[in-house]
């Protein structure tokens, strides 16, 4: 059954110096090719995931807002007529906010896009610069407020524990990002990621990551902060007023089934795990060979599915209902969780339990990583 499509649009202007997704820096685009493939991709799910009509579908990137709006226009009306929309489908674009993609606004809007997400990621020049970004503030600014007058709900990007940041200057910069009225913020901490130009700067030393202490404090800060704005954090690293969460992101954190397509997509769909091709021409081929981008369809065991509901589930400050993730994924509640470790760490202050709901506390939210391979047991990780 399909709840949630994922399209993904890998082309960008250019690479960011701190991206690991999956984005290509392409001189030429056919779109008329891309239309066909994409349309073709989809068809094919949606012989394989009828059903359920789609509650929300989210085009990322790469820089998706580069897409010719009329392209949207027709990918959304072939999912309508595969699938169907669910009354208030939510439809989110990210983009940068370039002045460029900003003109397309209003289309996309027109199109059927209804949430946009714009990679803002600072609101001052040198750190734009340093970050790789092709906007300066002023423009990326322009930017949301067209995005704003255009959709009904905005979010936007920031990246913070970057080089040097004090707990000062975080707090400045994120008190103007809350003035600025949007109900959702995604708030990053600046991770080195393997394979991208960072990793090479931070190796050559160019630059030193900010220490895990100063790191620990500025996350504690975001969550006091956002909190008082009345943008509490429902996930690790996004905040919103109740009410517009990410509804599509909840999908993927509350392991209900979704569809994606296009290169480098990933899908959950009746308990099959499906991946796209990575590379944009690899599956451009695939899709002119067998119709669609999957590069592998697997099966995945009911412990395999435990394990990525629990991994997924308590990144979010609900938690895991574990009663209702055993009626539906046939895994007795007891397995999903090692009892024992749970209880020690509700005693350290870092877990909780009401009811059949498990959780991970605000004081052990910067220790999610590791507290998930002590909670999750390893024969369901094992598989």
Same mark, same amino acid.
């Given at each position: ?11 960008? &202007? ?15 685009? *056919? ?20 059903? *359920? ?11 998706? +807002? ?18 169907? /929309? ?10 940068? $906010? +370039? ?10 809007? +027109? ?8 990679? &803002? ?8 610069? /340093? ?22 709900? %905005?979010? /936007? ?5 970057? $080089? ?54 500025? /996350? ?54 499906? %991946? ?10 695939? =899709? ?19 394990? *990525? ?21 046939? %895994? ?10 749970? %209880? ?31 909670? =999750?047991?390893?024969? &369901?990780?094992?598989?």
């Amino acid at each position: 059954m399909a709840r949630a499509l994922y399209i993904h649009w890998p082309f960008c &202007l250019a690479k960011c110096p701190y991206c690991d997704f999956n984005s290509h820096v392409r001189e030429r685009v *056919e779109h008329d090719i891309w239309r066909d493939a994409l349309l073709a991709d989809m068809r094919r799910e949606a012989e394989v995931a009828a059903g *359920e009509t789609l509650t929300s579908i989210f085009f990322g990137g790469g820089t998706p +807002s580069l897409m010719p709006p009329a392209l949207v226009a027709t990918l959304l009306e072939e999912a309508q007529r595969l699938w169907g /929309f669910a009354p208030g489908i939510e439809i989110t674009l990210e983009g940068n $906010p +370039s002045s460029v993609e900003a003109a397309n606004y209003a289309a996309l809007a +027109s199109a059927g896009i209804n949430r946009a997400s714009l990679g &803002l990621q600072a609101l001052d020049d040198a750190t734009l610069r /340093f970050l790789g970004r092709l906007h300066d503030a002023g423009e990326g600014l322009a930017a949301l407020e067209v995005a704003q007058r255009h959709f009904v709900r %905005v979010s /936007f990007d920031l990246i913070y524990a970057r $080089p040097g940041q004090t707990p000062e200057q975080w707090r400045a910069e994120l008190e103007r990002a809350l003035g600025f009225g949007t109900g959702h913020l995604s708030l990053y901490q600046l991770t080195i990621e393997p394979g991208t130009r960072f990793e090479t700067m931070v190796r050559k030393g160019d630059f030193a990551p900010l220490d895990d202490e100063t790191c620990a404090d500025l /996350f504690d800060l975001t969550r006091e902060i956002t909190a008082a704005a009345g943008l509490p954090a429902y996930e690790i690293s996004n905040h919103a007023r109740r009410g517009e969460e990410s509804r599509h992101n909840l999908a993927y954190w509350r392991y209900q089934d979704y569809c994606g397509i296009g290169p480098g997509a990933h899908g959950r769909r009746q308990g099959i795990a499906t %991946v796209r091709h990575r590379k944009p021409e690899n599956w451009l081929a695939a =899709v002119d060979q067998q119709n669609d981008g999957i590069a592998e369809a697997r099966s995945l065991g009911r412990n395999e599915q435990a394990a *990525e509901a629990m991994l997924m589930g308590l990144r979010l400050a609900e938690g895991v209902d574990l009663a209702e993730r055993s009626a539906r994924l046939g %895994v007795a509640p007891r397995e999903f969780c090692d009892e024992a470790k749970l %209880v020690f760490y509700i005693r350290q202050g870092l877990a909780w339990r009401e009811g059949t709901r498990i959780g991970v506390t605000d004081t052990g939210m910067p220790l999610l990583d590791a507290l998930l391979a002590e909670l =999750v047991p390893e024969q &369901l990780v094992a598989g």
